[in-house]
DNA sequence: CTTATTAAAGTTGTCATACAACATTACATG
DNA sequence: CATGTAATGTTGTATGACAACTTTAATAAG
């Protein structure tokens, strides 16, 4: 069992409430060099000493770390630092989404992904699937004559084709990737509808897949998918993406 | 605002200490059906007596509810359901993969990532990056040489292609991804290293991949690499898995 | 001296109480 | 009815106590 390395505490400097300010601190701490897995985080009452506040914000906090899968407390023992493990989270830092270079690089993952979802659907579509696709597809053109942005019912459409994978893995991730780039699926579609020869490119698109999907052919959905995906990645990149992101910000500071 | 819906406490049965069982209590409570975005959660202190525990355990519990991006509180306020957001995280349930099915999905997803990891850093790599892929490449043969099962150095190789992508989300979602397979990966480098032609053809398959991202060649690297994973894949479902998993159910109760 | 047993100290998990800071609701006044 | 004040409710934090467990230290026995 290793010591307790040496324990240095910053200033904690962030907003938020104690336990989230400690929580990063920790975070850092164990992300950094001094504690290795199974290295022993001080005791509570001691952190609390260091970072001059009660014992229930250490607790709260280091709650917080279990869940992340970063520790493992031992009752009688003391708090360890986990290896890699399956418990800890695959996550995108919120505070990174406010440049533009940050948004391109979740729009490329989601865009390595898309191809791929798009084939195994076409593999694995069952009838029902199917019918669910076309009626999403159905959807984005009857909310688009409503005068809705239409950035969920592209989001519906979309899930309806990983769904149609299978795995719920695929499902799952795209999910999670929508999180992301919901302002700038607004800001793609906003633009794809100002220009009439745009917006049927967008259609013929999504059209495209369909039909790929539709005939159980996975090369030509793979295809399909990637083309849709990077043109709205190259209409993303022509438009001013900083006015966007700025708005995007003061929402989130509410 | 939303008024509170009816509490339904169901009995808490799961191990773990009490704040764990509040944890997951309150999360399927909220992924269901009662409680939608905006929608309030019964005080602290109610919520205590219903699950019979005191407010600390609510409090730590919320405090991991809040960390997972499912809620916020508001001082004064109550405690709220939130909207999708950027703060949830990209999971996958430790507990599903005690089946071949769930193994093999992951495969599939990382699958996916890999042939597209591989075209990029072949059209983005720099001279230093290409020198660490081949360093890691020679790597794996000098582990295998040592008689180590190689599952470090494997795993160091496509994390340094990974990271030749220049977009840190494939590289931190694929490191993601290896927490789920170390135990598949050791299996099927296992396999490989008992029949010489097996392993004869996965040194190939690698310097494929090798050869394409130094040749600068993203189709060739993404067939490569998509290759390689197909044939990994199918080496894994030639192999009794269920032997490994129940080993590696063992090791995880500890 | 070595080994085994017991006691003491230390640590996490939980409970209870109190107060600060904030929000909401109820009541009184013009 | 609108406005202001008081009362009540809720989250955030601190403190103290005890239970359950682990580790270390002290004591007893061979």
Redesign the pocket.
């Known amino acids: 069992m290793k010591s307790t390395p040496e324990f240095k505490v910053e200033r904690i400097t962030t907003t938020g ?3 989230d300010r400690v929580f990063d601190a920790l975070k850092q701490l164990i992300n950094g060099e001094d504690f290795q897995p199974g290295s022993r ?1 001080p ?4 952190m609390a000493s260091r970072f001059g ?5 250490i ?1 709260e906090a ?1 709650s917080r770390l279990k869940s992340e899968g970063l520790v493992e ?7 360890f630092v986990r290896d890699r493990n399956m418990h800890a989270p695959f996550r995108i830092d919120p505070s990174i989404m406010d440049s533009v270079q940050s948004v391109l690089q979740v729009v490329e993952l989601r865009l390595s992904l898309e191809g791929e979802i798009a084939a195994l659907a076409a593999k694995r579509r069952t009838r029902e699937q199917m019918v669910a696709i076309k009626h999403a597809l159905k959807q984005i053109e009857l909310d688009e004559q409503a005068g809705k942005d239409g950035v969920e019912a592209d989001i519906v459409f979309h899930r309806s084709i990983a769904e149609a994978t299978g795995n719920p893995h695929f499902l799952a991730l795209i999910e999670f990737l929508f999180n992301f780039l919901i302002k700038a699926t607004l800001i793609t579609r906003s633009y794809e509808a100002t220009k009439a020869a745009l917006s049927q490119q967008v259609k013929e698109e999504h059209l495209r897949i369909v039909d790929a999907i539709s005939r159980q052919d996975p090369e030509a959905a793979r295809l399909a998918a990637r083309q849709h995906m990077e043109g709205a990645s190259r209409r993303l990149g022509s438009v001013d993406l900083k006015r966007f992101i700025a708005q995007s910000e003061s929402q989130d500071s509410h």
């Open positions: 409430t104690l336990t985080l005791s509570e009452l001691k506040v009660s014992r229930t914000v607790r280091v407390s031992r009752q009688g023992s003391g708090v």
